[in-house]
Structures are given as C-alpha cells and as structure tokens.
C-alpha cells in the first residue's frame, strides 16, 4: 500500500530535479487526485516533503556551484514571512476554493512558461 506513495514521490522528485519546479506543484495534485488526499492536507504534506528535497537540491546545486547563496537568503527571509501569515488565513478557506485557486495558479504559470512576454533579463 506503500508503493504508490513512494513512487509518486519519486516521479515528483524526477521532475522537480529536471525542471526546478516545486515538489508541490506535482505532489499536490498527486495526493488529491491519485491518493484522494483532502486539498488542505496534501498542502501540508508538501511543505513537509520540502524538507529533505530542499537538503538533496542545496546540496547538489552547491557542488555544481550553481547556487546564490545571498539571493536565496533574501527570498528566504520573505517567503517565511509569506507563510507565516498564510499558512492561518488558508485555513479558512473552503478546500473546493482551493483547489480552483491551485489549479488557476498552476495554469496561469504554465502559460506563462509556455508563452514568455517581454525582453529576457
């Protein structure tokens, strides 16, 4: 019963390695979608599976030195305030909602990858 868990682990882990995408963006609707896991919880579950992918990712990135360690402390710092104060107020959203905010976010950055606008940096 296991099995499927670890191996859309590992598929999410393949893709988040290849494409630099975050685990969530797949894991997430792995969980709901596969594994019936409710909206709120598969959110949960991804920022713990964070965890260990983020060490493996740092880790890799820093012996091909292609990691910024002053730029990633600064977007650091504001993602956790980011969280902080999401991560209460997305409670009391209802998990149908947010599931539609989840699936437009995911949508709209697809677009937006497939279909680039303005001058590239």
Not at 23 to 41: E, F, K, N, S, T
Not at 88 to 95: A, E, H, L, T
Request: glycine share 12%; no cysteine.
């Amino acid at each position: 019963m296991m099995i499927l868990p670890v191996l859309l682990g590992f598929f999410a882990g393949i893709l988040t390695g290849i494409m630099g995408i975050g685990g969530g963006v797949v894991l997430v609707p792995m969980m709901v979608l596969i594994l019936g896991v409710q909206q709120h919880l598969a959110q949960g579950i991804s920022m713990m599976v964070i965890i260990p992918t983020v060490l493996v990712a740092i880790y890799k990135f820093h012996k091909s030195r292609l990691f910024e360690y002053r730029t990633a402390i600064f977007l650091a710092a504001g993602s956790m305030i980011g969280t902080m104060l999401s991560s209460n107020w997305v409670q009391q959203i209802d998990g149908a909602m947010l599931k539609r905010i989840f699936g437009i976010l995911v949508i709209y950055s697809s677009i937006k990858m497939i279909f680039p606008t303005g001058k590239k940096p």
